[in-house]
């Protein structure tokens, strides 16, 4: 069978929004802004224990090992595993991760978050033996403040995770176990950015032009109000900024400003699926003549829209959709899943004549969706498999799965996972 033929056998399946940008903040540059990579020395230990959130236990006979990390992937494999043969058979249970750290003086006035790409799941983090909170979604990222809760000068710190797949069978496919994905500490001014505060659009696309429509949404947790000026920078794929723009506003203390801006982008090269084109939205939070924060989005120009008679157009060209589902594991790599596997399977399915990727059925990794950006692939960006009803088993029991958490947790996991989405052109 050619290449053509198995393309056309392959199911398709795609949800398209009408947003263009794409968030992908690298790490800033900028004095105001630092991110910093938490992957590195954790202790973990493979079981419960009682007290591991507070700083005074003892955790020095753990395992020692860095993030990403999918316990449940080492096996061993077992008939009796509750996860069951959906589960492949391997082990659920508690996992404990601890993290020590000590922060600079400098950093005593900033305003600091942890970000956590997807733990797996029921996951509960401590600081300083401070509960931050609780995430049942294995698959949503999340952040936390770590105000009031710090230590600085070379006084130890201590970050705790405890995460609990012990209800078993939870899933038909395979999902892992402990904190699978990545870790930053985020470091701003008072007066920064929100967390996926930025939101770049483009309502109209020509050839000739694109309007581009840039929504920057910035906190306020000083104890004054503060005159602020946003200069957004849009960049051209071969690095020239092409436009600019500036607004001013006032923001009290303790509060949040929405600033709408619109920018002209003369003959932009369009996002597509042969040459996914990328620009940069450089967005700067400035007053009293000092940058307070900084943050680069990457977005795409295209204009995306089904129609009924005729199905998917992107750019003014109408085509079929050849759409592949793709679970979060990478096989023997389990749900801790190295870029380069992902590129290497992307590009074996585009051979193919692969153009989407449903993630089913869970937001997938945030590289993921960058990848798929650089590489010309649409995505539909699934949130879960499940409403109120739980999915059944073979045996004919229902799953432990996303039902049991729908009520309380699905607007705040859709609301978070479209905040950290909503900006890629692939989706």
């Known amino acids: 069978m050619d290449a053509k033929k198995i393309a056309a056998a392959i199911f398709a399946c795609l949800v398209i929004t009408s947003v263009v940008a794409a968030a992908a903040p690298p790490v800033s540059t900028a004095s105001a802004r630092a991110v910093l990579s938490f992957d590195r020395d954790w202790h973990f230990l493979k079981a419960d224990a009682t007290g591991a959130e507070q700083n005074q236990f003892a955790d020095s006979e753990w395992r020692k090992l860095d993030l990403p990390h999918d316990w449940s992937i080492e096996g061993p494999f077992a008939e009796t595993n509750k996860t069951g043969g959906s589960g492949a058979f391997l082990p659920s249970g508690i996992g404990w991760y601890r993290k020590h750290f000590t922060l600079p003086e400098k950093f005593s006035g900033k305003v600091m978050r942890v970000e956590f790409d997807g733990v797996m799941q029921n996951s509960d983090v401590w600081i300083n033996g401070f509960h931050l909170g609780h995430r049942p979604f294995g698959y949503v990222s999340f952040s936390y403040e770590l105000a009031g809760h710090l230590n600085f000068g070379g006084k130890e710190n201590i970050l705790a995770i405890r995460a609990d797949t012990s209800e078993q069978p939870a899933s038909r496919w395979y999902s892992g176990a402990g904190i699978y994905r990545h870790v930053r500490l985020v470091v701003t001014d008072p007066v920064h950015i929100a967390a996926n505060g930025v939101f770049v659009s483009t309502p109209k696309v020509s050839a ?42 006032m923001v009290g203390n303790g509060a949040a400003a929405k600033i709408e801006q619109q920018i002209i982008f003369p003959k ?160």
């Open 268 to 427: 932009p090269q369009l996002w597509n699926l042969d040459d996914p084109k990328l620009c940069h939205a450089v967005s700067e939070v400035r007053a009293g003549g000092k940058i307070l924060d900084e943050q680069t989005t990457t977005f795409g120009i295209r204009d995306a829209h089904f129609e009924a008679d005729t199905g998917f157009w992107l750019n003014g060209k109408n085509f079929k959709i050849k759409g592949v589902c793709l679970h979060a594991d990478g096989g023997a790599f389990g749900a801790a899943v190295p870029i380069s596997i992902w590129e290497a399977r992307l590009k074996t399915l585009k051979s193919l004549g692969v153009n989407a990727i449903r993630t089913a059925h869970n937001p997938p990794a945030p590289e993921f969706l960058d990848l798929c950006d650089r590489m010309g692939l649409l995505v539909m960006d699934e949130l879960f498999d499940c409403w109120t009803v739980a999915k059944p088993t073979l045996g004919g029991q229902g799953l432990a799965d996303y039902h049991l958490y729908f009520n309380e947790w699905s607007h705040t996991d859709l609301r978070d996972t479209v905040r950290r989405d909503r900006n890629h052109p692939s989706v």
């Open 208 to 249: 000739a032009e694109a309007t581009v429509q840039i929504e920057t949404s910035v906190t306020n947790e000083s104890t004054v109000p503060r005159e602020i000026t946003v200069q957004t920078r849009l960049v051209a794929p071969d690095g020239k900024t092409v436009a600019a723009i500036e607004s001013s506003q």
